[in-house]
DNA sequence: TTGTAGGCGTTATCAC
DNA sequence: GTGATAACGCCTACAA
């Protein structure tokens, strides 16, 4: 079924028919209405390849994620179904490429084989390879999330620096001298992961601002890791009262360690993060958290990626979040 | 940078350079390199949408989600990973379609725009129109879950009937007497989707069988609606032992409705369901749950669709797993 | 208001 | 072993 087919049925040439479809030339009403009922008759759908390459481009945009063998968090999630949304009220699919790895060949198709007119790829790295694939290629694109030196990039992100140093002061206006950050896991701290990074340096100034005690623990990204990292951190650490955290995926595994070594919270032991606001009223108690609109920044990274696709030398533009802390039932003063 | 770029610095003819790519045709060994040299330099890639212009496939494969707005459960989520993971393994790309409405933009522009060799529809309903568009189509598909009469199409589906009622035999080994499942959303269940059905009727057939007094309710997704739902089911019906659940996002909140009530699992109160094995560990206790192979059931669901893309004719093929429970920390003997 | 024809980049059928 | 050339289905000048 093509558009010849629907033009010889209907009488008139292809021409007219594309441009009763497009509306790009003024068509008779009787003819429209005729070429019309052929194409509703037989169901008729342009060839989104043959278009595609008379256009020079898809209507599609590539959403680099991280490979499934790494579960993603629930935030991660987050910001696929919003991208994906998003793209769908502005008409465009999505094509999901998982990448991490070196040589990957999901991410080479999509981002050379011409398959996209843009690509929005989160996950970003300190120092990114992806990032400067894409920089390289020319395609226009959109991070969730940014490297060391983001100048020559579009980007949104977390601002995880300014949150954690936010839920440390606030620990410390709660009299809490005592505090520990649990973090993101050791390898992607290791592997130059943003937030990760970001969010060790706001720690470690606002505990140096606040002349508290801290300590630093990485985690993996699931609730027996949250468990375990949190009762050898109270083995070692047993002056501690408070705890921040970037680790939605764990935040279960604290709690359970807390409630495991008799404490109570937020009577004997505070905790502060930030989480998707969803995850964070789903646990109990609710957790006093920085809630990442998740959703926002997904319609937002879409909203950058068709401005970049409609004017690819514009200036580059960024968003950086960071968003109040929502107080819930997991803080309260130190306990002496 | 096209073909015939490529063809020229070679000093070859465009066919020839086809030819050296795709290998079905032999070429010199002399000529394959110095063509392979040109493209590694100029960084050459084929157009995407010229070849499956030409080859009449698009290397590409729908996936057809919820859309967003219906917050996709850590099942769901491990489905759209597998899959995306298998398809990639096959060096397919995939296209992801939000669409759960009447007439979704989305769908129509994957099923007859011929943008996809086939499609992977998930969550579906005992009456499906997604389906029965998909039937009319002709396109090749493969359902992740399965219409009340799944005769005509190929499909990857978990048995919740049998699961259900196994959950509940086991329950009555224990000595359980008054049970009660927690089942999907009720708009779900309103909306004829099939484990909320295919659950409900295995739970009354088991309960039936082992002379059980069983009371079914339905329960949101999530946590909170779970606390909820426990709670008002403990109030009216007081003389409850057990539940069995297929509704992994409400577990959490069963949960805390049994500790906020004073009962103690598993010696007050037992709970056994349906769940991705990663769910059940992450619950504290661990809860006794048939796991759900989600990874392999996508990955099956891919294969079958790599089926039906080669041979259309072929007879529909099925799979239908009902995993064994694993049994971990939440069912204990009947209290008397 | 409508028709004709060329070309987007690729693969495949002929030739040589 | 290699080259010219005709499609694939669409859009869009250019002509009428």
Chains 1, 2 share one sequence.
């Not at 008379?54 to 696929?80: H, N, W, Y």
């Not at 969803?278 to 990626?305: I, R």
Request: aromatic share 4%; with cysteine.
């Amino acid at each position: 079924m093509n558009i010849g087919e629907i033009a010889k049925r209907a009488g008139v040439s292809r021409s007219t028919v594309s441009y009763a479809l497009t509306g790009r030339r003024p068509v008779s009403p009787e003819t429209k209405q005729r070429i019309q009922a052929v194409i509703d008759e037989l169901g008729y759908r342009p060839n989104a390849a043959a278009r595609a390459l008379k256009e020079g481009r898809t209507r599609t945009i590539g959403l680099v994620i991280p490979p499934a063998s790494t579960r993603l968090t629930d935030m991660q999630l987050g910001f696929v179904a919003s991208v994906v949304d998003a793209a769908a009220r502005a008409d465009l699919d999505v094509l999901l490429s998982p990448s991490g790895g070196e040589h990957d060949r999901s991410f080479e198709r999509v981002v050379t084989g011409q398959r996209v007119d843009g690509v929005i790829v989160m996950e970003i790295r300190l120092e990114d390879d992806r990032v400067a694939r894409l920089m390289a290629s020319g395609l226009p694109f959109v991070g969730i999330g940014r490297t060391r030196d983001p100048q020559g990039m579009s980007w949104v992100d977390i601002d995880y620096e300014t949150l954690i140093a936010r839920c440390v002061h606030h620990l410390a206006d709660l009299g809490h001298r005592d505090v520990a950050l649990v973090n993101r896991s050791a390898e992607l701290v290791a592997a130059g992961y943003g937030p990760g990074h970001r969010a060790r340096a706001g720690f470690d100034r606002a505990v140096a601002e606040r002349g508290l005690r801290g300590v630093a623990v990485c985690c993996a990204d699931d609730a027996q890791a949250g468990q375990a990292c949190t009762e050898s951190l109270l083995a070692e650490h047993p002056e501690l009262t408070a705890i921040a955290t970037v680790n939605e995926a764990a935040a279960a595994g604290v709690y359970h360690a807390l409630a495991r070594t008799g404490r109570e919270v937020p009577r004997d032991f505070s905790i502060v993060g930030v989480a998707a606001r969803h995850w964070a009223e789903n646990l109990h108690p609710p957790l006093t958290a920085a809630d990442v609109p998740a959703v926002e920044l997904g319609a937002q990274a879409v909203d950058l990626l068709l401005g970049r696709i409609a004017d690819p030398a514009a200036p580059h533009r960024h968003l950086l979040v960071a968003p109040p802390i929502s107080l819930r039932a997991t803080t309260g003063p130190a306990r002496r």
